[in-house]
């Protein structure tokens, strides 16, 4: 943007390429998924510059311009998941917060922001996404059933496919707030990703991340995991559903915690000891693989909260 350009007037154009990659989005089939990920960032550049009252006011006018060229549903979206990141972002970034500072504030916004999305969806609009959604892979599944039987798969087979299918539907119910933080998660990532590579374009200083081989999470979350793995077992084995259900989301949020920092952990080693990348990246993909070695990596990492294996073996230093 060059200093000639008054405020009022940049203010306007980065609505406008906001509104314009919101339509790409959802008119634009494939590229639109890509494009959806730098909505975020015009919003933040507008509110790094000129504050969080230009920034919300911009969010506001984006929500209007998008609920009038498409529909109030899908805008509401495109606000909530990356506009409102945007605005955080940059207003972090005004404030010289740290990069870690950023992405917590970012990811705390925005997982609110998925929340009330989800309200909005259910009780004003009378749209119940979570159910929608079942009932669509409920639906996929019958029809790749009936495709089993016209191509003469056993029967008995297919019944006790069946019988596996509604329970783990029922589990995708009671994962729900972690898949809505993992949404948000990575609707943070988007857009903290996708600034730090356009704002230096723009002569805009943003924090970098430490290099994940340091990266360390609170021991907080080792108890959460210890909390929920008795919960799940309590709520289990007595019929508590509510319990089970809170204990699962504790859990499974503890060990993904858990795994970033136990990759981090292997990042630390794979440096220390200078293992190629070509060698990293088939550890990385036999890992992905292996549901037993994710568990094993997310476990060490939960344990490494607390014992700091990087300090203890390594004399590494905070």
Do not use: H
Not at 287 to 306: K, R, S
């Amino acid at each position: 943007m060059g200093r000639s350009i008054t405020p009022t007037i940049e203010g306007g154009l980065l609505v406008a390429i906001t509104v314009i990659l919101g339509l790409v989005t959802v008119y634009v089939p494939l590229i639109g998924m890509l494009v959806e990920f730098f909505c975020a960032v015009p919003l933040a550049i507008l509110t790094a510059r000129q504050g969080a009252g230009k920034g919300l006011t911009a969010l506001v006018v984006t929500f209007i311009l998008l609920s009038i060229l498409i529909s109030p549903l899908l805008s509401i979206r495109i606000v909530l998941s990356f506009g409102i990141c945007g605005v955080v972002l940059g207003w972090c970034v005004r404030k010289n917060f740290n990069a870690v500072k950023i992405f917590f504030m970012t990811l705390v916004v925005a997982s609110a922001a998925q929340v009330v999305s989800l309200y909005f969806l259910i009780i004003i609009m009378d749209v119940n996404l979570i159910e929608e959604q079942i009932e669509m892979v409920r639906e996929s599944f019958d029809e790749s059933f009936k495709l089993y039987e016209e191509m003469g798969v056993e029967q008995e087979r297919i019944s006790e496919a069946k019988t596996q299918v509604e329970p783990a539907l029922q589990m995708l119910v009671f994962l729900m707030p972690t898949l809505i933080m993992l949404t948000a998660l990575i609707n943070s990532v988007a857009a903290y990703l996708t600034a730090q590579w356009i704002f230096p374009k723009l002569q805009m200083k943003i924090p970098k991340m430490p290099p994940f081989a340091e990266w360390k999470f609170p021991s907080l979350f080792l108890y959460t995991a210890i909390i929920g793995g008795l919960g799940l077992y309590w709520g289990f084995t007595r019929g508590w559903t509510e319990i089970y259900e809170i204990s699962l989301n504790l859990l499974i949020v503890s060990m993904i915690i858990g795994l970033i920092q136990g990759l981090a952990l292997l990042s630390f080693l794979f440096d220390r000891w200078k293992v190629s990348k070509i060698l990293r990246r088939i550890f990385y993909v036999i890992l992905i693989l292996n549901m037993l070695l994710l568990q094993i990596v997310a476990i060490t990492g939960l344990m490494d909260m607390i014992f700091d294996y990087r300090k203890r073996f390594f004399g590494r230093r905070e």
